[in-house]
């Protein structure tokens, strides 16, 4: 082996014991998850930039849900989704006709309609 080959295998060893395992709080379950060593040196080498955001069943179960979209266009169905959430505000259990942005609050109808009284006035209580 020449000395640069040498050189660049000790350095990539280097690279990688700097690496620990990282605790991160999944956006969508609230909880924590290991961010191992392995998966923080295939991000590395994948050229990715940021760590993950969702636990891996919270990831899971986001592909399965753009999977189904995307099933659902590709046969011309027009979908109706009704997502379970936590509101914001209350706390209460609701449903949502959308999935819910990331980092974003979430509010259920009467929460909503008292941060917004015009839309009472307008609509009569109708959206």
């Keep these: 082996m020449a000395d640069t080959e040498i050189g660049f295998k000790n ?14 709080l999944c956006i969508d379950c609230n909880t924590e998850f290991v961010w191992t060593i392995g998966e923080q040196i295939f991000f590395r080498d994948k050229g990715l930039q940021n760590p993950p955001k969702r636990c891996k069943e919270c990831k899971q179960a986001k592909n399965e849900r753009l999977a189904a979209i995307t099933a659902a266009q590709a046969a011309g169905i027009k979908q109706r989704i009704e997502v379970t959430v936590r509101c914001a505000r209350c706390n209460s259990q609701t ?7 990331q980092g974003r609050p979430v509010f259920c109808r009467s929460c909503y309609l008292e941060m917004n009284p015009s ?9």
């Design 11 to 24: 350095n990539a060893l280097t690279d990688d014991a700097e690496f620990t395992e990282k605790l991160i």
């Design 95 to 101: 449903t949502v006709p959308f999935y819910p942005s």
């Design 119 to 127: 839309l009472v006035a307008d609509n009569n209580g109708q959206f």
